[in-house]
């Protein structure tokens, strides 16, 4: 089933990419079709979820037994959320109307390839496995910028790809240093979970998870290492930013909680509080250089800083200390899984809004905006949905991961959980801000003709934002899940 | 002893002899079964050093040559190299008024890589190492015509005789240090010897083998072969000598006792400056081809890394040979795309190929993220096996150096990929070659995503290969 998640994008992508020039226009229907076939398994593999500290469902094969290497998926409790995301993210921002340039095939073979690699880097249980998902899912987003992007793309893209692409080697050192330490050698992540290879948080320990966080701080990223997150999300396409914002920053947390929490255990609690103090800081500095942005998409791409930080906070204050508080640190991880996922509903939403906007003004310039209430009320609407969602409104997704990752971190780092609500106020006044700015006061004359959304797009939104909502009047069933691994995890810890 | 053991090359001495009176009589129009004739005996070659895979691993002939795995495999990749070449070349040297001659030259510089990676004796050193410069300095030059092929010939063999001429005297302080010349027995030889005067005969062999490898500070022909040679050429001469250089100097460093020469730190700097030159000269080049040569010389810089490692981790010989494999392909690819479009060198004019040659574009993107060591094409396991070797000899720094490289080196690749996907296409086809480049240009470029997805026959027999003397 989870093997078949994976490859049914993969073979789709394959045949997409090789349609011949006179039925290029097939391109679309047969990527939308197979897109979505993942989305109905993933609801199976939901279903049939038992849950607890070790992944099921495993499927594995012997693949280069010589260097220790198994093709081996399976689901947790952090995994599957995740997996449910992209499982939805893909074919909605597929479907999601893009200038094209006339390279459809191309266009919907690499969304298909990027949704499958997506699949892999998070039901990946083999560390060479996961490495290769992971490094193509930056070759593929490297394509989809450079392509379909406007402004000044290739440089955006190349950017991204010579960032992402360091820290993905940073973290091979890693992978090398957790891998030479096993014996016989072997790259099974199910493994090195239950018998952690490195225990103790010496130098050899230390150094490999210093590899792996330059990796995950790139990728998700926090302050310092988030240069390369603004460009790239301002000149990608929309679809290509929702997924970029919605799945691959996903993948850079998604590491701290499978890799940095569950198999460097000792080495995490040595660094937890470092690590909290960077995500605060990013946390803050997120909010702080939104407040200055007048770019829409930039301003969307900086509040992203924000909410990576507080999922990172979550991470880091359930792995924080020995003992004690275990229902506090596992409310804060539960609060770092929700966090992703409302995040990447939310986020999507916002960047493919920014881009239908983008298609009929060809600019993200805020103030250039205003009284767009009255020619486009279901842009409006959803963008005041999705806004209300991001600065954290009791009843959307992304209140319910603010309050767990706060209320769990409180116990472990009270001051920085201070700082950070603070930030989170900033938070609020921008996203009202942007609702002023883009819907309120007198409609300027150039917009006279502006065009609400068409059917697709709202459709698409509304199936993003409509999650969100439900997630943020009854979580249990998204919590239940990940509870069940987070309540292992951190009682392990 | 046998002549049995021996096979391989027999085959490939005996089929060039045999193959240059026959082009010296033969009406030109005929000249062209040369290469048909070459494939044949290349294919016969491979098939006598795949029946010695099995065979128990040693030395022959009184210890002076090696029939272990590391120099079967050896001659495998030189002879699948040299058939790429010959595919590459067919059409490439069509109207050439001395076709035939060439696959004679071909074969005998084939000859000279694999016993290169065969040697286990210094005398065997010398002659594998002049045999493919001699034959090296002729092929580059085939183009008489073409002052650039002159002048990369030039170049190529004033280096050569230099640093050629700095390894013989090397090669005879070393045999008058040990008394012998067999490597075997080399080692316990040395151990008493004046340590200052086995340092000079170790430095002075290291620029020849520097040389062949394209490593630093021997390195500079490459660039200028990669752009001036006939275009199947450079893609053999940037892969074949190097191969055989490689394995060879991981054989020599075997004798050479840590506790009087620090081989292994000044191979470790060797491998640093080599690949970071390479990559830093590749940065700013407009010229494809001139970008191939630079890449090829960080290349070697990364397979040094494997001899570095020699000894101290069971990954050192796994890692060259797959990473060598690797290399050769992604060589042979890159350079059968600048081959069947007719040895197009000025990046500009790549622009669109992705929509007027789909294919060659994807061979192209394949080779490059290969170099690069994306996953999951052949040079990605290559390059994590050579990480995983170093990091297991305590050489974590050199890893860290490969990795900043490796990140470094996206830049170029990205400059010639930018004009090939991302960039319209200019009024008027790119002109190809023909059939035969294109194979010879879309094998290799399958095999790379081939052998990186069924890496366990490879590896599989990598790890038992012996590397003689070790």
């Given at each position: 089933?989870l093997?078949?998640?994976?490859l049914?994008p993969?073979l789709?992508?394959?045949v997409?990419?090789l349609?011949?020039?006179?039925?290029a226009?097939l391109?679309?229907?047969?990527?939308?079709?197979?897109?979505?076939?993942?989305?109905?398994?993933?609801?199976?593999?939901?279903l049939?979820f038992?849950g607890?500290l070790?992944p099921?469902q495993?499927?594995?094969?012997r693949?280069?037994?010589?260097?220790?290497?198994?093709y081996?998926v399976?689901?947790?409790?952090i995994s599957?959320?995740l997996?449910?995301?992209?499982?939805?993210?893909?074919?909605?921002?597929?479907?999601?109307?893009?200038?094209?340039?006339?390279?459809?095939?191309?266009?919907y073979a690499?969304?298909?390839?990027?949704?499958?690699?997506?699949?892999g880097?998070?039901?990946?249980?083999d560390?060479?496995?996961?490495?290769?998902f992971?490094?193509l899912?930056?070759?593929?987003?490297?394509f989809?910028?450079a392509?379909w992007?406007h402004?000044d793309?290739l440089?955006?893209?190349?950017?991204?790809?010579?960032?992402?692409?360091t820290?993905?080697l940073?973290?091979?050192?890693?992978?090398?240093g957790l891998y030479?330490?096993?014996?016989p050698?072997?790259?099974?992540?199910?493994?090195?979970?239950?018998?952690?290879?490195?225990p103790?948080?010496?130098?050899?320990?230390?150094?490999?998870?210093?590899?792996?966080a330059v990796?995950f701080l790139?990728?998700?990223?926090?302050?310092?290492?988030?240069?390369w997150?603004?460009?790239?999300h301002?000149?990608?396409?929309?679809p290509?930013?929702?997924?970029?914002a919605?799945?691959?920053?996903k993948?850079g947390?998604?590491?701290?909680?499978r890799?940095?929490?569950l198999?460097?255990?000792?080495?995490f609690?040595?660094?937890?509080?470092?690590?909290?103090?960077v995500?605060?800081?990013?946390?803050?500095?997120?909010?702080?250089?939104?407040l200055a942005q007048t770019?829409?998409?930039?301003?969307?791409a900086?509040?992203?800083?924000?909410?990576?930080?507080?999922?990172v906070?979550g991470?880091?204050?359930?792995g924080g200390v020995?003992?004690?508080?275990?229902?506090a640190?596992r409310?804060?991880?539960?609060?770092?899984v929700?966090?992703?996922?409302?995040?990447?509903?939310i986020?999507?939403a916002l960047?493919?809004?920014?881009?239908?906007?983008?298609?009929?003004?060809?600019?993200?310039?805020m103030p250039?905006?205003?009284?767009?209430?009255?020619r486009?009320?279901r842009?409006?609407?959803l963008?005041?949905?999705?806004a209300?969602g991001?600065l954290?409104l009791?009843?959307?997704?992304q209140?319910?991961?603010?309050?767990?990752?706060?209320?769990?971190a409180?116990?472990?780092?009270p001051?920085?959980v201070?700082v950070s609500?603070?930030?989170l106020v900033?938070?609020?006044?921008?996203?009202l801000r942007?609702?002023?700015?883009?819907f309120?006061?007198?409609?300027?004359?150039?917009w006279?003709e502006?065009t609400?959304?068409?059917?697709v797009e709202?459709?698409?939104?509304?199936s993003?934002?409509a999650?969100?909502?439900?997630?943020?009047v009854?979580?249990?069933?998204?919590?239940?899940?990940?509870d069940?691994?987070?309540?292992?995890?951190?009682?392990r810890? | 002893?046998?002549?049995?053991?021996i096979?391989?090359?027999l085959?490939?001495l005996?089929g060039a002899?045999?193959?240059l009176?026959?082009?010296?009589?033969f009406?030109?129009?005929?000249?062209?079964?040369?290469?048909?004739?070459?494939?044949?005996?290349?294919?016969?070659?491979?098939?006598?050093?795949?029946?010695m895979?099995?065979?128990?691993?040693?030395?022959?002939?009184?210890?002076?040559y090696s029939?272990?795995?590391?120099a079967?495999?050896?001659?495998l990749?030189?002879?699948?190299?040299?058939m790429?070449?010959?595919a590459l070349s067919?059409?490439?040297?069509?109207?050439d008024?001395?076709?035939?001659e060439y696959y004679v030259?071909?074969?005998?510089?084939?000859l000279?890589g694999?016993?290169l990676?065969?040697?286990?004796?210094?005398?065997?050193l010398?002659?594998?190492?002049?045999?493919?410069?001699?034959?090296?300095?002729?092929?580059t030059?085939?183009?008489?015509?073409?002052?650039?092929s002159?002048e990369?010939a030039?170049?190529?063999?004033?280096?050569?005789?230099l640093?050629?001429?700095?390894?013989?005297y090397?090669?005879?302080?070393?045999?008058?240090?040990?008394g012998?010349?067999v490597?075997?027995?080399m080692?316990?030889?040395?151990?008493?010897?004046?340590?200052f005067?086995?340092?000079?005969?170790?430095?002075?062999i290291?620029?020849?083998?520097?040389?062949?490898?394209?490593?630093v500070p021997?390195?500079a022909w490459m660039?200028?072969?990669?752009d001036g040679?006939p275009?199947p050429v450079?893609?053999f001469?940037t892969?074949?000598p190097?191969?055989?250089?490689?394995?060879?100097?991981?054989?020599?460093?075997?004798?050479f006792?840590?506790?009087?020469v620090g081989?292994?730190?000044l191979?470790?700097?060797?491998a640093?400056?080599?690949?970071?030159v390479?990559n830093?000269?590749?940065?700013r080049?407009?010229?494809?081809r001139?970008?191939?040569?630079?890449s090829s010389?960080?290349?070697s810089?990364?397979?040094?890394?494997?001899?570095?490692a020699?000894?101290r981790s069971?990954?050192a010989v796994p890692?060259?040979?797959f990473?060598?494999l690797a290399?050769?392909?992604?060589?042979?690819?890159?350079?059968?795309?600048v081959?069947?479009?007719?040895?197009l060198?000025?990046?500009?004019?790549?622009?669109?190929?992705?929509r007027?040659?789909?294919w060659?574009?994807f061979?192209l993107?394949i080779a490059?993220l290969?170099f690069?060591g994306?996953?999951?094409?052949?040079?990605?396991?290559?390059?994590?096996?050579?990480?995983?070797?170093?990091?297991?000899?305590?050489?974590?720094?050199?890893?860290?150096v490969a990795?900043?490289n490796?990140?470094?080196?996206?830049?170029y690749y990205a400059?010639v990929i930018a004009p090939?996907?991302f960039?319209?296409?200019?009024p008027g086809?790119?002109a190809?070659?023909g059939?035969?480049?294109?194979?010879?240009?879309?094998?290799?470029?399958?095999?790379?995503?081939?052998?990186?997805?069924?890496a366990e026959?490879?590896?599989?027999?990598f790890?038992?290969?012996?590397?003689?003397?070790?």
């Open positions: 089933m093997t078949a998640i994976i049914i993969l789709g992508a394959l997409v990419g349609l011949p020039t006179t039925r226009p391109a679309r229907p047969i990527a939308l079709v197979v897109s979505f076939v993942p989305l109905v398994l993933t609801v199976l593999v939901w049939r038992e607890g070790l099921e495993i499927e594995s094969l693949w280069i037994p010589a260097l220790g290497v198994e081996k399976g689901v947790d409790g599957l959320p997996v449910a995301l992209t499982a939805l993210l893909f074919p909605v921002s597929m479907a999601y109307p893009l200038d094209l340039l006339g390279r459809e095939r191309m266009y690499i969304f298909l390839f990027l949704e499958a690699a997506s699949f880097v998070f039901l990946a249980l560390l060479f496995l996961f490495f290769i992971w490094d899912t930056l070759v593929g987003m490297y989809v910028i392509i992007g402004g793309a440089r955006s893209a190349l950017k991204f790809f010579i960032y992402t692409l820290g993905s940073a973290m091979l050192l890693g992978i090398l030479l330490a096993t014996s050698r072997s790259f099974d992540m199910v493994a090195l979970i239950q018998n952690p290879a490195l103790g948080g010496g130098l050899r320990a230390s150094l490999v998870f210093l590899g792996f990796a790139i990728k998700a990223p926090l302050v310092p290492f988030h240069t997150l603004p460009p790239a301002v000149d990608a396409p929309g290509g930013s929702a997924v970029l919605g799945i691959l920053l993948m947390t998604y590491g701290f909680i890799i940095s929490l198999m460097l255990p000792d080495a609690r040595k660094y937890a509080l470092a690590l909290a103090i995500s605060v800081v990013s946390i803050v500095y997120g909010a702080l250089v939104s770019n829409l998409k930039r301003l969307i900086y509040t992203s800083i924000t909410h990576m930080g507080l999922v906070l991470i880091a204050a359930a020995l003992g004690g508080d275990v229902e640190r409310v804060a991880l539960d609060g770092a929700v966090g992703m996922v409302s995040h990447g509903l986020t999507a960047f493919l809004i920014s881009g239908s906007v983008y298609a009929r003004a060809h600019t993200y310039e250039e905006f205003g009284g767009l209430l009255s486009a009320p842009l409006a609407l963008t005041i949905v999705a209300f991001g954290g009791p009843g959307l997704a209140f319910v991961a603010d309050i767990s990752v706060f209320v769990g409180f116990a472990v780092y001051v920085l201070i609500v603070a930030a900033v938070l609020a006044a921008l996203f942007m609702l002023r700015m883009m309120l006061g007198p409609l300027a004359d150039r006279r502006f609400d959304l068409d059917r709202s459709a698409v939104l509304v993003l934002l999650p969100a909502v439900v997630i943020g009854i979580p249990a069933w998204l919590i239940n899940v990940i069940a691994t987070a309540g292992a995890v951190v009682g810890l | 002893m046998s002549l049995v053991s096979l391989p090359e085959i490939l005996g002899v045999a193959l009176p026959l082009v010296l009589f009406p030109w129009r005929l000249q062209n079964l040369a290469a048909h004739y070459s494939l044949f005996v290349l294919a016969l070659s491979g098939a006598a050093s795949v029946a895979l099995g065979d128990p691993q040693g030395s022959t002939f009184f210890g002076t029939v272990d795995d590391s079967v495999w050896g001659k990749i030189i002879l699948a190299v040299t790429l070449t010959v067919y059409q490439w040297f069509d109207r008024k001395r076709r035939g030259l071909l074969l005998m510089a084939a000279g694999i016993i990676a065969g040697m286990t004796d210094l005398m065997e010398v002659l594998g190492v002049l045999l493919t410069s001699a034959t090296g300095y002729v092929l030059a085939y183009h008489r015509a073409s002052a650039r002159g990369a030039i170049k190529y063999y004033l280096l050569g005789a640093t050629n001429g700095f390894m013989v090397g090669v005879v302080l070393l045999f008058a240090l040990a012998t010349t490597l075997g027995t080692r316990a030889d040395l151990s008493t010897a004046d340590p005067a086995l340092i000079v005969a170790v430095a002075l290291a620029m020849g083998l520097a040389f062949k490898l394209g490593a021997a390195h660039p200028d072969v990669a040679a275009a450079a893609a001469l892969a074949a190097k191969i055989g250089a490689l394995i060879a100097l991981s054989r020599l460093v075997a004798v006792p840590e506790s009087q081989w292994r730190p191979v470790a700097v060797l640093a400056a080599t690949m970071t390479g830093l000269a590749a940065l080049q407009e010229d494809v001139r970008l191939l040569g630079w010389v960080s290349q810089g990364y397979a040094l890394m494997a001899v570095v020699l000894g069971d990954l890692s060259l040979l990473f060598l290399y050769a392909l992604g060589n042979m690819a890159a350079f059968g795309v081959t069947e479009l007719r040895g060198a000025d990046r500009s004019r790549y622009a669109g190929l992705s007027t040659r789909p060659l574009a061979v993107l490059f290969s690069i994306i996953p999951p094409l052949a040079g990605f396991a290559g390059k994590l096996a050579l990480f995983g070797a170093v990091i297991q000899s305590g050489y974590t720094w050199l890893a860290v990795i900043i490796t990140a470094l080196s996206i830049a400059r090939v996907y960039s319209a296409p200019e086809l790119a190809t070659l059939i035969w480049a294109r194979v010879g240009a879309v094998v290799p470029g399958f095999l790379l995503i081939l052998f990186g997805i069924v026959p490879l590896f599989h027999s790890f038992s290969a012996q590397l003689l003397p070790w």
